[in-house]
Antibody, heavy 113, light 109 residues
Framework: EEQLVESGGALVQPGGSLRLSCVASGFTFSSYEMIWVRQAPGKGLEWVSYISGNEKSIHYADSVKGRFAISRDNAKNSLYLLMTSLRVEDSAVYYC??????WGQGTLVTVSS | EIVLTQSPGTLSLSPGERATLSCRAS???????LMWYQQKPGQAPRLLIYGASSRATGIPDRFSGSGSGTDFTLTIGRLEPEDSAVYYC??????????FGPGTKVDIK
């Protein structure tokens, strides 16, 4: 079964940093592009970042550019999102997804003092 | 940058009725890049339709997608109670951003 499992969400103060992880199983991870999408409480979906299978192509939403960094370790079937200079408005459930499908169950990030 | 607008915001229908959800793009979107998702409360989004009209694996045939250019439609042929959810359209294609629409909430009365 193709599966994605996120972890690393936490309560963090404004200005702080956090690293999210997403572990893949059931498919050849290195062959697929991966994305992060977030959803603030009660709001819609917002694409955050993209990385190609070979890491040669990386893109960010304007709202996180310069603060977030996406990476992957294909040997560990893992995707990461390093979030720095966190703001209250970054509070959301963060999902990883293999392109359009499947998606993980999400991990909650709360930025608050 | 592409903007996706979905209508209506909320749709209240009865079981067995037909639901028609709209997604409008500005500027136009290559239909290969238009996706539809279903999200139930407390769950991750699930891919329903890719390439504007192709059903994803395991999706019942009461779900269908159509459209091209600036106008796309998701139709749920005969609503069942478990179809209560928020439905999002998305443009997923190079170059980013991979924009989502604001969603349409479907309530089954």
């Amino acid at each position: 079964e193709e599966q994605l499992v996120e972890s690393g969400g936490a309560l963090v103060q404004p200005g702080g940093s956090l690293r999210l992880s997403c572990v893949a199983s059931g498919f050849t991870f290195s062959s697929y592009e991966m994305i992060w999408v977030r959803q603030a409480p009660g709001k819609g979906l917002e694409w955050v970042s993209y990385i190609s299978g070979n890491e040669k192509s990386i893109h960010y939403a304007d709202s996180v550019k310069g603060r977030f960094a996406i990476s992957r370790d294909n040997a560990k079937n893992s995707l990461y999102l390093l979030m720095t200079s966190l703001r209250v408005e970054d509070s959301a459930v963060y999902y990883c997804a293999r392109g359009v499908s499947p998606w993980g169950q999400g991990t909650l990030v709360t930025v608050s003092s | 940058e592409i903007v996706l607008t979905q209508s209506p915001g909320t749709l209240s229908l009865s079981p067995g009725e037909r639901a028609t959800l709209s997604c409008r793009a500005s500027p136009s979107v290559d239909s290969r890049y238009l996706m539809w998702y279903q999200q139930k409360p407390g769950q991750a989004p699930r891919l329903l339709i890719y390439g504007a009209s192709s059903r994803a694996t395991g999706i019942p045939d009461r779900f269908s997608g159509s459209g091209s250019g600036t106008d796309f439609t998701l139709t749920i042929g005969r609503l069942e109670p478990e179809d209560s959810a928020v439905y999002y359209c998305q443009r997923y294609g190079s170059p980013p951003p991979f924009t989502f629409g604001p969603g349409t909430k479907v309530d089954i009365k």
